[in-house]
Every structure is written in C-alpha cells, then in structure tokens.
C-alpha cells in the first residue's frame, strides 16, 4: 500500500510553491490508491507564525485536498526522536558537542554542500561520557566516507560522501530543538511512509537521510523531488520573498495553474474543483514533472 504525506512547516500561509508540493504529493498517492497523510513540522516555535498550521489545514480543506487519519504534530512527539537519538547513543554513533557557533565557524573545514562543515572538536568525546549539568551540549551524528546515493524519481541519480559533503551533523540543538534531519526520519517511518514527493530545497537533505534510516533500521522511501517555482528574480517562492498569499476564489485557476507546472495535460472544461481533482488524479503522470526550476510571474 501507497503511504505517502505532506510535511509542511508552520512558519507562513502556503502559497503557489507549497500549493504545488502538495498537489503532487496527494496527486501521486491517490493515482496509486494509496494513503495521503498530512504532518505539521513544528519543532521550531521561533520560526513559526501563531494561526499557521491551523490556515494551511483549512486551505487544504479549502482547496479539497482531503487527508487521510488525523495529522500529526511534530510538536507532540518528541519521545520519538529522544528514544531515536538514545538508539544512536547506545551504539556510540553520536557524540556531545559543546562548541559555540562561533568556534563551529572559525574551526570549519571548509564549506560543503550545504554550509559549513564542522572541524571535529569534540569528535573524540564518548556517547556515554559522564555530562556534568552546567552546559546542555548538540548532539552530533558522525558520518563516513562512504558514499550515500540513491535514484529520485525525478531529479535521476544522486550521490554524496557525507563525510565531505557535509560533515558530522546535528540531531538535537544545544537550545533543545530537534533537527528535521531527525524527525523526519523517525516521523517518516513511524507512520509507514514509502513514498516521499516534496520539493527540490530537500534533494541535499535526502543522503543524510538515508544514511540515518540505515542506522535505525529503517526501510528507506522512494523519493520524487519535485521542481522548484521561483519569482522573475530567481528566488525561491517563501515568506522572504514575499510570496502572494492564494486567492481561495480562485481555487480552480490554482489548481490548473500547478497541475500545468507539474507537465500534467490540460483537464477539460468541468462542473466542480472535486472533478477537477479526480481527472487530474486519473490522468497523473509523475514521469511528466520536469527536473527543472520553473520561473513563475
Ligand atoms: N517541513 C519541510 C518544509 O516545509 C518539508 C519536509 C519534508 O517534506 O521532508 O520545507
């Protein structure tokens, strides 16, 4: 059975990018009949906007995106992610690290894919080391020199060294705060999922996924990254750049206006958004999404 989700962020309304990241995901489940769960990642209150994850869901409504069992907070389950990091523990595959950003940086062995990599410091302290309770230290996941790859279903063949590329990780803040990188990986396999469509800024998040789902045990999803939408300046859709917010009157244009993002044939003229939904779910073809960034105005 087809179990796949939509994992937004409550830190802004959705807005055409997002709108596209979760039509893809519910298109590509229900061509598959299969589940379309959604789960709010709110494990960053600073980043969040009060009244966010309650708008995205009723414009999901809104916009007849139906999900399947009730959504999942993030913010609820942190045993998940302290009985993960107690695993990778165990096994000394994680270590303290009590450096400040500031040394993070000025000890940086250079820069990787997706910022800096950390120099090591504290890559010699033990798992099970005896911590004193004056400093909260990070939680870091060494990594290796093998390589991670895998094959989207949309972007092709895709390989890192993690080691090189991006350097021992962060699993739990300093301040408390889980990283994504974890949560989503317990998330993902706690509720079952095996079918991953979400957008092309997460393409260099997959290794460090995959190489944790390997650690823990857990059986690694198919993914699909789908093209990113930007503005005529390039960027990326977000809150930063000040994306429009959706027109809820005009849900079918929306919708038509990303399916043709997506590569999907024009639907035909129709009575209803339901019927829209339901060609659009019959005629979904996930080889027509184009690997390419996709200018919008
Ligand atoms: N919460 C992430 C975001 O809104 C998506 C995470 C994911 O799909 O894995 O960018």
């Known amino acids: 059975m087809y179990v796949g989700r939509f994992a937004p962020s409550p830190t802004g309304l959705l807005h055409i990018g997002s709108l596209l990241t979760a039509v893809a995901s519910y298109m590509d489940a229900r061509s598959h009949n299969g589940q379309w769960l959604v789960r709010m990642e709110d494990l960053d209150p600073p980043r969040e906007m009060p009244g966010a994850a309650a708008a995205i869901l009723s414009t999901l409504e809104a916009f007849e995106l139906h999900w399947d069992s009730e959504v999942v907070y993030q913010s609820r389950r942190h045993h998940l992610y302290a009985a993960a990091l107690a695993r990778l523990k165990a096994q000394e595959l994680v270590y303290p690290c009590f450096c400040s950003r500031k040394m993070v940086q000025a000890e940086a062995q250079g820069i990787g894919v997706d910022g800096i990599i950390y120099g090591g410091r504290c890559a010699f302290l033990s798992a099970n080391m005896h911590l004193s309770t004056e400093k909260t230290p990070a939680w870091r996941l060494r990594t290796s020199t093998d390589i991670t790859g895998f094959v989207d279903e949309i972007q092709g063949s895709e390989q890192q060294c993690l080691g090189k590329d991006i350097g021992d990780f962060i699993l739990l803040r300093a301040d408390g705060f889980w990283a994504y990188q974890l949560a989503v990986v317990v998330d993902d396999a706690e509720q ?44 990326k859709w977000s809150k930063q750049t000040q994306a429009p917010s959706l027109d809820l009157r005009q849900r079918e244009v929306l919708l038509r206006q990303v399916l043709t993002y997506l590569g999907q044939p024009p639907a035909p003229e129709v009575d209803s958004l339901s019927d829209l939904l339901s060609w659009a779910v019959q005629h979904w073809q996930l080889s027509l999404v184009s690997p390419q960034t996709i200018a919008t105005t």
């Open 192 to 235: 079952g999922i095996n079918h991953v469509v979400r957008g092309q800024d997460l393409l260099l998040s997959t290794p460090r996924q995959i190489y944790l789902q390997q650690l823990l045990g857990f059986s690694q999803p198919a993914y699909a990254h789908l093209p990113l939408l930007t503005n005529t300046l390039g960027q």
